[in-house]
């Protein structure tokens, strides 16, 4: 049963500044400290280069709660944030805030271009600076979680980011361009004594090579309830010759809205994505293309694992041996493990050797020695794949409520084309005739339009309103339908029908007076625009409310 929305609110924890602060000067006296205290106000700007003739110079003299505010420019710097809760930030963007760690300023126990060693947390924040050229790494955190955001770390000698024993929040940065040995964009690493908890989203990882992978991304710890959420990420374009192309973990891993594309490896390596033994793995509204392979071109699943595969895309994935969409990997003396695949769309996979789906197919397929593995697959498209679909010797399989091409036995399967979009250009959304609509299994939540779920990883919109929509023409018109709500509400005019429509500021009230001035206020002096599903695009509302609708139209 599909019990996951897109579109709720992920909890993340707004940061703030720390509220205290305490100025220790050990060789100065009482006098002194007195004075520097009260010259200073608590969380100045400091500016540079214009008051502090270096990025480090203001990391050494600022105090907590500061922020730094870097002007455009080259600064041939390697920095050390001494453990300290201040704010680095660029006044005017990456592009022209360039941190170069080249020349090792610091001396050669310094070869990263921004060091965060000592107990950096949260309250610690690299804000808007493009980070290249160092000597080990771009960004290096052992023992510290601080918070990196919009930057983007190219080119530097090992690693983009580098993390030891740490929870760092990573958001809007782009990293890409390096070559390593292992774990060349992002490598997080822990220990068997302390949990972490990585929070990745809205981060493009593209571009990075290594030879012993992964190239994109790599999780590892020791402790098993380390946690991973990677969220609107993107990883593509990476190469991890004989390891993993784009990421690897074997910490319980979530992933949400992800893409995962033209990641490769060699014959002996994994194409998009592989999670090891010990791990849960939760992969919900992500995309898996055109990622190559030896073993397992899309994913690949490890061992004792429990996996949950919810509305997921997989398309041109390509396997040189077994397991081009999903690989399930096995072992000697391993316990059964289990992947549920629910609401996901297979297309265009290949297994040159195998199966889809398993470790010979071209959709699932065990490489390797058997496995013992749970596999079911619900709601779900297979067409168009490449070679057999399902290898599994030695494990149990069970379709239900699936399009399979070539048919499967199993209860509400069908063998008929979905009718997809355009299936040659990759839109998998489904046309109106598609037999997949209202399709999927009848006791499942309904989808969003309130209609029986359909089979694959796009449901069809069949129902849906028009923000602002009141008097039921089909159209949005500010000034008749302002109307239409004063006359129901002052008037004892005809209720709407659809009151989630006539909520025009979508603040889950309806108030006929402030919705019908929002509407006039849009449409005559420039004001916002009523929030989605309109005006002017018919759909379903995301915004969690009690309102709903008698009746909704059509969307064509």
């Given at each position: ?143 510290s979680s601080p918070t990196i955001l919009d930057s983007v770390i190219e080119a530097n000698a090992d690693s983009g980011v580098w993390l030891v024993d740490s929870s760092s929040l990573l958001d809007g940065n782009v990293i890409y361009n390096h070559t390593n040995f292992v774990g060349s964009a992002v490598f997080v690493d822990g220990n068997i004594d302390e949990a ?162 398993g470790g010979g197919p071209a959709v699932v397929g065990v490489p390797g020695l058997p496995a013992e593995f749970i596999v079911e697959i619900r709601n779900s498209i297979l067409w168009d794949n490449d070679g057999p679909l399902f290898d599994l010797p030695d494990g149990e399989l069970t379709v239900e409520y699936s399009d399979v091409e070539g048919s499967y036995a ?24 598609s037999p997949c609509i209202d399709a999927g299994d009848p006791e499942d939540p309904p989808d969003l339009d309130g209609t029986v779920a359909d089979m694959g990883a796009y449901f069809y919109m069949q129902f849906g309103f028009l923000r602002g929509e009141v008097d039921g023409n089909g159209t949005v018109n500010a000034l008749l339908d302002a109307i239409a709500l ?71």
């Amino acid at each position: 049963m599909r019990e996951f929305c897109r579109h709720h609110n992920h909890g993340w924890q707004t940061l703030s500044p720390n509220q205290g602060r305490t100025i220790a000067v050990v060789t100065c006296s009482l006098i002194a400290c007195l004075s520097i205290t009260s010259s200073r106000a608590w969380g100045d700007t400091l500016l540079v280069p214009e008051e502090y003739g270096s990025i480090q110079a203001a990391l050494d003299l600022a105090v907590d709660g500061d922020l730094i505010l870097v002007a455009p420019g080259e600064y041939f710097e390697n920095l050390d944030f001494l453990g300290k809760p201040v704010t680095l930030k660029s006044a005017e963007g990456a592009e022209l805030t360039i941190i170069n760690g080249s020349e090792g300023s610091q001396g050669p126990d310094y070869p990263d271009a921004v060091l965060c060693d000592s107990g950096e947390g949260p309250d610690t924040v690299l804000d808007g600076f493009t980070i290249t050229s160092a000597l080990r790494s771009g960004i290096r955190c052992e023992g510290s979680s601080p918070t990196i955001l919009d930057s983007v770390i190219e080119a530097n000698a090992d690693s983009g980011v580098w993390l030891v024993d740490s929870s760092s929040l990573l958001d809007g940065n782009v990293i890409y361009n390096h070559t390593n040995f292992v774990g060349s964009a992002v490598f997080v690493d822990g220990n068997i004594d302390e949990a972490y908890s990585l929070h990745m989203r809205n981060c493009v990882v593209s571009g990075n090579v290594a030879d012993f992978g992964p190239a994109g991304v790599g999780l590892y710890s020791l402790h098993v309830e380390s946690t991973v959420l990677l969220e609107d990420c993107v990883i593509e374009d990476n190469y991890g010759s004989i390891g993993v192309g784009g990421l690897a973990a074997d910490v319980s891993t979530t992933m949400v809205g992800c893409t995962i594309a033209n990641n490769s490896s060699d014959f002996l390596g994994f194409g998009g994505v592989a999670f090891e033994a010990l791990a849960s793995l939760l992969l919900f509204d992500c995309s898996f293309e055109s990622n190559e392979g030896g073993l397992g071109g899309g994913i690949a699943i490890g061992e004792n694992m429990t996996c949950e595969v919810v509305e997921c895309v997989f398309r041109n994935n390509v396997s040189w041996n077994r397991g081009g969409a999903i690989a399930v990997l096995g072992g000697p003396e391993i316990g059964i493990g289990s992947a549920y695949i629910d609401g996901c769309t297979f297309a265009g996979n290949e297994a040159e050797s195998g199966s889809v789906i398993g470790g010979g197919p071209a959709v699932v397929g065990v490489p390797g020695l058997p496995a013992e593995f749970i596999v079911e697959i619900r709601n779900s498209i297979l067409w168009d794949n490449d070679g057999p679909l399902f290898d599994l010797p030695d494990g149990e399989l069970t379709v239900e409520y699936s399009d399979v091409e070539g048919s499967y036995a199993g209860t509400g399967n069908i063998d008929l084309d979905p009718l997809f979009v355009d299936l040659e250009q990759g839109d998998l959304h489904l046309t109106a005739e598609s037999p997949c609509i209202d399709a999927g299994d009848p006791e499942d939540p309904p989808d969003l339009d309130g209609t029986v779920a359909d089979m694959g990883a796009y449901f069809y919109m069949q129902f849906g309103f028009l923000r602002g929509e009141v008097d039921g023409n089909g159209t949005v018109n500010a000034l008749l339908d302002a109307i239409a709500l004063l006359a129901w509400q002052f008037g004892g005019g005809e209720a709407p029908s659809c009151m989630d429509a006539a909520d025009a500021d979508d603040n889950g009230v309806v108030n006929a007076l402030l919705d019908a001035l929002y509407l006039l206020h849009w449409n005559f002096l420039g004001g916002s625009s009523p929030p989605d599903p309109g005006p002017a695009t018919c759909g379903v509302d995301y915004t969690e409310d009690e309102l709903d609708c008698a009746q909704m139209l059509e969307c064509e």
